[in-house]
């Protein structure tokens, strides 16, 4: 039995032109493009997911996913708006929140 999570990326200026990359337990599971959503098949169990982009990323989210379940994600950039001006904040001192994932309502 496989169970499968869904990631969709909103659409935004920032990082527009660039893939974001899926992160699995810390192995390389795919990338995600702007606008778009993907789903990956993997078998049940308890997982950590987080997206990259260069040295900077996501927060990471905690989830367990049961035999046949399914997993909705959603994520993008925090550099929205006035935001932009504080991309060099994001890059040096809070890597880890340049970009923001989360689970999505179904």
């Known amino acids: 039995m496989s169970a499968s999570i869904t990631i969709s990326r909103d659409s935004g200026w920032a990082d527009r032109l660039r893939a974001y990359r899926i992160e699995l337990d810390g192995v390389k599971l795919g990338t995600i493009d702007n606008g778009e959503s993907k789903t990956f098949f993997i078998e049940p169990g308890s997982y ?21 379940g399914k997993a909705l994600f959603e994520c993008g950039s925090n550099l929205r708006g006035a935001a932009l001006l504080l991309f060099f904040f994001y890059v040096l001192f809070a890597r880890d929140q340049y970009l923001w994932l989360r689970p999505a309502a179904e």
């Open 48 to 68: 950590q997911l987080v997206l990259k982009i260069d040295w900077c990323g996501s927060n990471t989210v905690a989830f367990n996913l049961p035999a046949d």
